[in-house]
């Protein structure tokens, strides 16, 4: 078990980083494909949904102190449950950062690299993932919070100096296509919360355990405000970028950003601090994924396999014959995956978890009981 533990900002700065590193290729826009001129109100309601969920989490965490979610469904279901959970959100880590790679490095390639391979360009991510991997994840988080904040920065600046490019009238119709496709068919952008997905794994990381529920719900609310963020500048600036297949939608606003003569094309510092971002979340899920299967196969050292997973990341970003197809596993099976495995499967072996270990407790009780 990784032993380094991380503050508070740390953790935060952890489930941020999800947020961050889905919204640099396509997730405000496929938010708004969905739920149209409503997706600010459709955005603070999921976004609720979503703070109570983290809460029932916290709460049901608390009743195994230091454990993950791999040791808690060891405990409720022997080394069967524990390894079938292992596997499955190793998947789910894999697959999901994979393609998400693959997504960044195609605009990549569209954008400034035309004449590169892909495969050139997804290598030297992977080279420099393996690379960071053999650092503990303590190293990891600090080098996190040292970005995340410069992301954020980038992200008010550009909503700040697009201001005059807004156009309020893009918010109209309030809610979109309807109230039924706002509240109810707009609940598929609860996927959009994939760092729930990290609250499962936090607590054994934990330096200051006592302060893991004002981690949780800081991490959901903050991350809230930063989607509503971002969609509103796409929303406000490009109402057409619904009904288009326009690449990097925060990309294409920076573009606009102009200061006078000499401060133009600020977009390309904004590329190169989201690039950093992205190595940060693919090296926290790949290391996250490394310590899982070290608990669940009882191998003392995880850095020999660190090449192993930097091959599988690799493979798998290559998979989709192309754009279009890793563009649609990104904008919809991701989002499935985060409501069926991070929320549904998550929260369903937390609850069955606890009312084992009530029931024990009240057995117990009962035995003790004086006939």
């Keep these: 078990m990784e032993t380094s533990k991380i503050t508070a900002a740390e953790a935060i700065s952890i489930v941020l980083g999800i947020f961050v590193a889905y919204t640099l290729v396509a997730l405000p ?7 149209k001129t409503a997706t600010l109100i459709n955005l603070i309601y999921v976004g609720i949904i979503a703070l109570l ?3 029932l989490i916290y709460k049901l965490l608390l009743r195994f102190p230091g454990s993950d979610i791999v040791d808690i469904a060891e405990y409720l279901g022997g080394k069967t449950l524990k390894t ?3 596997i499955v959100f190793i ?19 569209i954008v400034y690299y035309p004449m590169t391979s892909l495969i050139f360009i997804i290598l030297t991510f992977i080279i420099v993932i393996c690379i960071t991997l053999h650092h503990r994840f303590s190293s990891i988080a600090k080098v996190n919070l040292l970005i995340i904040p410069l992301v954020i920065i980038s992200i008010i600046f550009l909503f700040i100096a697009n201001i005059r490019n807004f156009s309020l009238d893009n918010i109209f119709p309030i809610f979109g296509d309807g109230l039924y496709n706002t509240f109810v068919t707009g609940l598929g952008n609860l996927g959009a919360f994939g760092g729930i997905t990290l609250l499962y794994f936090l607590p054994p990381y934990l330096k200051e355990p006592q302060k893991m ?5 800081t991490s959901i609310i903050l991350g809230t405000i930063y ?21 990097m939608p925060l990309y294409s606003a ?19 601090i989201w690039i950093l971002q992205m190595v940060c979340y693919l090296t ?24 192993v997973f930097g091959l599988l990341i690799f493979a798998i970003s290559l998979l989709p014959k192309n754009y279009a197809v890793s563009k649609f596993i990104e904008d919809y099976i991701y989002h499935y995956m985060v409501i069926i495995i991070s929320i549904f499967l998550g929260v369903s072996l937390l609850i069955l978890a606890y009312f084992k270990k009530r029931k024990k407790k009240e057995l117990k009780a009962d035995a003790q009981k004086p006939i």
Aim: glycine share 2%; hydrophobic share 50%; aromatic share 18%.
């Design 53 to 55: 969920l983290t809460f």
């Design 84 to 86: 079938f959970i292992g």
């Design 91 to 109: 998947f789910y880590f894999l697959f999901s950062s994979s393609i998400l790679l693959r997504n960044f490095c195609e605009c990549l390639k």
């Design 284 to 307: 926290i899920v790949a290391k996250i994924s490394l310590s899982i299967l070290k608990k669940i196969t009882n191998i003392r050292d995880e850095k020999p396999l660190i090449f």
């Design 254 to 272: 920076a573009r606009y950003i102009e200061f006078g003569n000499f401060f133009q094309r600020l977009e390309s510092i904004f590329l190169l």
């Design 29 to 35: 826009r496929s938010m708004l494909e969905t739920t």
């Design 213 to 217: 529920k004002k981690i949780y719900l």
């Design 227 to 247: 989607f509503l963020l971002c969609v509103s500048i796409i929303l406000f600036m490009f109402i057409s970028l619904m009904y288009t297949n326009q690449i």
